[in-house]
C-alpha cells in the first residue's frame, strides 16, 4: 500500500521556474518507480516523466518536456520532484505523482497504474 502526496503547484510566470514534490508513504514505497503525468483542460492525461525504484536506474522524459524539466528522487525523505524550467503557458495543467512496481507500465500502459496522487495545479500565465 502506497499513498502519495503532491505539493508546490501555483501561479509562475511564462520563462519561470518551479518545483513539484511527491511524498510518498507506505511499507514498500522506496521500492517503486515514480512519475508525473498532467492533464490540461479538455485533454487527455498525458506522460510528463519517470524515474527507476533503483538507485542506478535511468529516467525517461516526454519529447515536449525533454531539456526543460528534470525528475529526481530523495530515498532518505521517500520523496519525488519534478524540476521544471523555461515554462510555457501550454505547460498549464493539474500535474499528477504516480508510482508502480515497474517502470513500463509509466511508458506504456498507464491506464494499469497501482498508485496516483491527488494533482497539483501548475498555472503558466502572465
Known amino acids: 500500500q502506497v499513498q502519495l502526496v503532491e505539493a508546490g503547484g501555483g501561479l509562475v510566470q511564462p520563462g519561470g521556474s518551479m518545483r513539484l514534490s511527491c511524498v510518498a508513504s507506505?511499507?514498500?514505497?522506496?521500492?517503486?518507480?515514480m512519475g508525473w503525468f498532467r492533464q490540461a483542460p479538455g485533454k487527455e492525461r498525458e506522460f510528463v516523466a519517470a524515474i527507476s525504484w533503483s538507485s542506478g536506474g535511468g529516467t525517461h522524459y516526454a519529447d515536449s518536456v525533454k531539456g526543460r524539466f528534470t525528475i529526481s528522487r530523495d530515498y532518505a525523505k521517500n520523496t519525488a520532484y519534478l524540476q521544471m524550467t523555461s515554462l510555457e503557458p501550454e505547460d498549464t495543467a493539474v500535474y499528477y505523482c504516480?508510482?508502480?512496481?515497474?517502470?513500463?507500465?509509466?511508458?506504456?500502459?498507464?491506464?494499469?497504474?497501482?498508485?496516483w496522487g491527488k494533482g497539483t495545479l501548475v498555472t503558466v500565465s502572465s
Open positions: 507506505g511499507r514498500t514505497s522506496n521500492s517503486y518507480a
Open positions: 504516480a508510482a508502480d512496481r515497474y517502470i513500463a507500465t509509466m511508458l506504456y500502459s498507464s491506464q494499469a497504474m497501482e498508485y
